[in-house]
């Protein structure tokens, strides 16, 4: 039978990681360490990769969920990041097609705020030029009259133009346990709830690492040549267990996004908009709800607990309100919400918003590599960029391939093209149909989980018979595949992560939770209070992801 990346399997990954030598230990899973690990198992490289939550649970399940070439950073200048990002949303879209779904992005624009016309125009055009975009999907420059019925919602009196220009949107935890799943495949030893507290240094280099499994409190010792720390906004506290922290540092930034119901503010497609401070958000339809963000504001708090504020949402809300037309929306219209931490590099002297997005590479004398900074969009180029150096520098005389997760399909998926997905949802559609759930559900299907959706749908449709709503059936019918499939540990694994219900489908998480919780007990073995302890976390995240102090 295949090798599954299945929470069954948890014990033996953890023998695993006791018993062998590796030659590539990763820390933290998130995108940045995922795609490490897929570069360098792909390679031929004995790879481990530890994560003290669960796969994303840092910044990786936060962000705007879009991959994206960055605009703004075409404003700041920075060309050689555009080119890259901007190049790579083509690639991933390939990887991905399902996950990694073209949208236009409508740019409005008016008289006096961040960018005029005839300069979007030219900086649309080299942002284009830079990302190598096929002459089908260039920009559009957009009269008032057109910006207006592209978007009718728009405060008319203050438009003069606008932009349609190609981005791609995402779910970031989902892309990140794909590429998880996929380096498993290459055979990379990935767990997570596992914490590295400490390093194990032999004559002076890093030689392992002392990790704590967070369930059960046990100790665990691995040994690896190369040790990588991709920790995110975590970086520092290893750098400085490693007594390496010098120089360079961190610099954290805040930002938060809110999620309303879609006929709240029904945008007819993904807009950009400028708040009147210089900044600019996004506010992007996804199935029932429309999410709004981001703020942008240093942070120095709990790394664990980043808190939203009555006052992040206020300003998102503000932000909305000045740009919609009869849109009054108030916290009491916000479902949901989130908030993660931009892991970037501090520069002195400049702001949260003017902090440069690149990453780096820090070599520490014991020979850890720290890398931080980047984006959800270069994750591919990060790993090649360590994973190269690492080879370089410790593997030099022994035959191992070049970088190619350019070509290595997600979910080992076989859509030649978008038109293939498109094909294949109609196939879900009529077959989701015919068990009574709409065009949402199927979409959802579809965008979360691919071609993996027939699976879920022949789980579905061995247990309808069961005396059971049927939006819960399906709903088992998801866990059964997360648990067997995706390494599924806690119900907040389940709900925030690989079905995103947690954002952007709270009544449901809050309706079925204690069956869901049930059928975990059940598949997992959980103890009375174990179950009673998991559903007491999951109330605190649903009550953070909607109370704002
Ligand atoms: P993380 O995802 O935080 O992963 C690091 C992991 O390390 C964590 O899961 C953590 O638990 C683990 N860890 C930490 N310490 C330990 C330890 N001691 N032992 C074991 N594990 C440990 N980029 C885009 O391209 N598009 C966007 O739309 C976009 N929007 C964004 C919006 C916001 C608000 C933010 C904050 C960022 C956004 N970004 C975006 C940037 C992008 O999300 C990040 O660059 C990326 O997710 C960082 O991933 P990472 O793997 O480096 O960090």
Redesign the pocket.
């Known amino acids: 039978m295949a090798l599954r990346f299945s929470t069954l399997a948890r014990q033996d990954l953890l023998s695993r990681l006791r018993s062998e030598d590796f030659d590539l230990l990763v ?7 995922a795609g490490i690990a897929l570069d360098a198992s792909s390679r031929g490289l004995r790879v481990a990769v ?4 669960d796969f ?5 399940s ?7 070439g960055g605009l703004r950073y075409l404003k700041q200048l920075e060309f050689g990041l555009v080119k890259e ?1 901007g190049s790579e949303r083509a690639i991933v879209h390939a990887l991905a097609p399902w996950l990694v779904i073209p949208e236009k992005m409508l740019l409005p624009l008016s008289e006096g705020k961040s960018f005029g016309y005839w300069m979007t125009s030219i900086g649309l055009m080299i942002y284009d030029w830079l990302a190598g975009v096929q002459k089908t999907d260039r920009r559009r420059m957009l009269t008032r009259a057109r910006t207006l019925r592209q978007e009718p919602l728009l405060i008319d009196n203050d438009i003069k133009g606008g932009a349609l220009y190609s981005e791609y949107r995402t779910d ?1 935890a989902r892309l990140t346990i794909e590429i998880m799943k996929a380096a498993f495949h290459y055979g990379a030893v990935s767990v997570n709830y ?4 400490d390093f194990h240094y032999d004559n002076g280099s890093v030689s392992g690492v002392n ?1 704590k499994d967070l369930f059960t409190e046990e100790p665990i010792l691995i040994r690896s040549k190369v040790i990588v720390n ?5 970086v520092d ?2 750098r400085d267990i490693d007594k390496s922290k010098k120089r360079k540092r961190l610099h954290l930034t805040k ?1 938060v ?1 809110i999620v309303v119901p879609r006929q709240k503010l029904p945008v007819r497609q993904a807009i950009y908009f400028d708040v009147g401070d210089g900044r600019m958000i996004f506010a992007i339809p996804r199935g029932r709800t429309t999410y709004i ?2 703020t942008d504001t240093n942070y120095d708090g709990d790394k664990n607990n980043v808190a939203i504020t009555a006052g992040d949402v206020e300003y998102l809300l503000g932000a909305v309100n000045n740009t919609f037309q009869n849109t009054r929306l108030s916290i009491s219209d916000v479902e949901s919400a989130w908030a ?4 970037l590099i501090h520069e002195e002297g400049k702001s949260a918003s003017e902090l440069s997005r690149k990453d780096e590479i820090f070599e520490s004398p014991s020979g850890l590599i720290s890398i ?1 900074g ?5 994750y591919r180029k990060m790993a090649e960029r360590v994973v190269d150096l690492v080879i370089k520098k410790y593997f030099d005389n022994r035959q191992l391939k070049t970088c190619e997760t350019f070509r290595i399909k997600l979910a080992n998926h076989s859509f030649l093209s978008f038109r293939d997905v498109r094909k294949y949802f109609r196939q879900i559609y009529i077959r989701s149909r015919s068990a009574g759930f709409g065009e949402i559900t199927a979409r959802y299907l579809v965008e979360n989980y691919g071609h993996q959706a027939s699976q879920i749908l022949d789980y579905y449709d061995e247990d309808i018979a069961l005396p059971a709503d049927k939006e819960l059936v399906l709903l088992r019918s998801e866990l059964k595949f997360a648990v067997n499939q995706e390494m599924t540990m806690t119900l907040s694994d389940f709900f925030a992560r690989r079905t995103g219900l947690l954002y952007f489908d709270i009544h449901k998480v809050m309706k079925w939770k204690n069956e869901i919780a049930a059928d975990m007990a059940n598949l997992l073995g959980w103890t009375d209070s174990i179950k009673r302890d998991e559903l007491a976390r999951l109330d605190g995240l649903l009550y953070e992801a909607t109370h704002f102090a």
């Open positions: 820390i933290g899973g998130g995108i940045t360490g530890v994560e003290k939550g994303a649970s840092g910044t990786s936060k962000s705007t969920k879009l991959i994206h990002v970031d596992l914490q590295v507290t990790a991709a920790a995110g906004p975590w506290e290893l930002g996004h963000g981001t993660g931490l931009r892991p931080a980047g984006k959800l969009t270069g």
